[in-house]
């Protein structure tokens, strides 16, 4: 390495030090950091600004706390963060660098400092937001990964939020498609959560990428979730909501996308089902309702790269492919597409008790069926 090289991966060290401890200096939110880089440039430049100077700009508190020498355990974070940043893989991104995501420049309050891990390559990429329920039904989880499977291979990288439910199907959709995916976290980037996303969140950093705003060793904090989920639809080109209760931070994500005037797309689902009427309310209010990822696609000008047969398997599932489902099946003929229970099932049927029961369990092993709270069961199709 020459003189030169070494001078200035020592002059990029520094300007890294200087903006992981101004992000991390006590009261400088987003709002507030905006306004310093506004008026001084770099963090370098803020630390050396006069207090009276700082102050005009900020408050006091802040002020004082910009000028006050690094604290041991400020030190130890930002040596932490650089080190972070050295493994392979990982990347730091600033508001000044040239990687940092162009989509996210757009937002009201973009975020001044992302750790990245994986290819943050795809953090550049035209995303498709997919979000919905933590607590999705059969059907849910497997529209979200079909669609987001269709939208990766055609060249759309999936975004979504780490979450259970639909954000993981979303992400294992996004991972078979070419396009992969990008999950943005609400926790440190060193902090998997939650924990059964174990081995979701190591492929995510092989072949997409992870992505959070927030300092190496922070919590799952309730506040931190709502926040990142600007992020997720900041990078989003469209959001396409698959189960969302009536209130629900799915919906303020979808409405956060509607605000930058992108699109927002939904999927419908039975009038009976609390996780469509968030969907429902949407579509209400103008969201684009789809019935596979073609409407999607053609919606945003986005031309498949699969065939078509591949991508009209992208919509709801359909379980009669199963080879132990017959079409006129007699129970799923006596359920329709609403929540029904036992006793009324019965009724339509004509069958026992005993061979109700296990024709449902059959149906429910096959993915034909799920059972609901309160004894009740639903078609999936």
Known sequence: MSNTDHMNDETEQRELSNWIRFTQTEGVGVEAARRLLSAFGMPADIFAAAFDDLRAATSERIARALLKPPSPMMQNNVQRALEWAAQPGHRIVTLAD?????????????????????????????????VGSRNATVQGIQNAERFSEAASRAGLTVASGLALGIDAAAHQGGLRGGASSVAVIGTGIDIVYPARNRTLAHRLAEEGCIVSEYPLGVPPIAGNFPRRNRIISGLARAVLVVEAAAQSGSLITARTVAEQGRDVFAIPGSIHSPLSKGCHLLIKQGAKLVESAQDILEEIGKLPLTEPRQL?????????????????????????????????????????????????????LAGAVECLPGGRYRRVD
């Open 312 to 364: 009209a398997s992208a919509g709801a599932t359909n379980v009669a492919d199963d080879s132990s489902i017959a079409d006129g099946d007699q129970v799923l003929n006596a359920m329709g597409f609403d929540p029904v229970d036992a006793d009324m099932l019965g009724m339509r049927s004509g069958l026992g008790a005993a061979a109700l029961a296990e024709r449902l369990l059959t149906l429910e």
């Open 98 to 130: 040239a990687a940092y995501p162009q989509a996210l420049l757009n937002i009201a309050d973009p975020p001044i400092l992302l750790y990245a891990k994986g290819r943050s390559e795809l953090l550049q990429a035209t995303s498709l937001a997919v």
